[in-house]
């Protein structure tokens, strides 16, 4: 059983920072890409921002300069630092990791942790 747990999300103001982080636990034999999403209320879920086990980050258009991905590999745990953050970065964010176990290797989602942006 692999869990995804992440923490950080809250309410913040438009300009201020916040930073998520997301911890993989269970019986892990390997992590591959791991990543974060976001949905909006009424919109579909996009991802954000993802990194490879190597540490090669990717972002979308929307938050490049302003996000950090990063992980810590013997913690495998993802973090999200958010910084400028706009009204528009407001919704739920996910985090996805590819995990291999003994059974299969398969794609984990976590719960969700709400962001809102507001003044």
């Known amino acids: 059983q692999v869990q995804l747990v992440e923490s950080g999300g809250g309410l913040v103001q438009p300009g201020g920072s916040l930073r998520l982080s997301c911890a993989a636990s269970?019986?892990?034999?390997?992590?591959?890409?791991m990543a974060w999403y976001r949905q909006a209320p009424g919109e579909l879920r996009d991802v954000v921002a993802t990194v490879t086990s190597g540490g090669s980050a990717d972002y979308a258009d929307s938050v490049k300069g302003r996000f950090t991905i990063s992980r810590d590999n013997p913690k495998n745990t993802v973090y999200l630092q958010m910084n400028s953050l706009k009204p528009e970065d407001t919704a739920v964010y996910y985090c996805y990791a590819r995990i291999r176990t003994v059974q299969a290797t398969s794609n984990y989602w976590g719960q969700g942790t709400q962001v809102t942006v507001s003044s």
């Open positions: 269970g019986s892990i034999l390997r992590v591959y890409d």
